[in-house]
């Protein structure tokens, strides 16, 4: 039995419309507004978390963002002031990415146009 789409045809179509980077601060985004902000600390990949008990000037921003997409203003100032910063510089980047993708590289990942189309700003050389 054929599959019409397997994992690897399906990660190409993904790779050939978003860019990887994107996509892992939208799903980061995504899981931290997912994340129960009321449960304990469970794991963090910040090292300053394990060595020190005060922890780092980061410290709070995921449940900032969880209150955040919750709606709960006083609580997400009390977690993280910097939520709403943050959370709108990464949208911001994700946009960027995006759109840039979409203007110049997406025809670089597609089969039918690989090598064929380069950006039309890629210099004098690239045809």
């Known amino acids: 039995m054929k599959l019409f789409l397997t994992p690897n045809k399906a990660w190409g179509l993904v790779r050939a419309w978003v860019p990887l980077e994107a996509v892992l601060w939208l799903l ?21 978390s394990w060595m ?3 922890g780092c000037p980061g410290c709070g921003l995921g449940h900032g963002i969880a209150y955040l997409a919750r709606g709960d203003w006083p609580a997400m100032w009390a977690s993280h002031p910097l939520a709403v910063p943050a959370v709108v510089l990464l949208l911001w980047r994700c946009g960027k990415l995006l759109y840039f993708h979409r203007k110049y590289d997406h025809q670089l990942y597609t089969k039918k146009n690989y090598g064929k189309y380069p950006p039309s700003d890629a210099g004098p050389g690239a045809r």
């Open 28 to 48: 980061g985004l995504s899981l931290l507004a997912l994340m129960d902000p009321h449960e304990a600390h469970l794991f963090s990949f910040c090292p300053f």
């Open 52 to 54: 020190l008990d005060t």
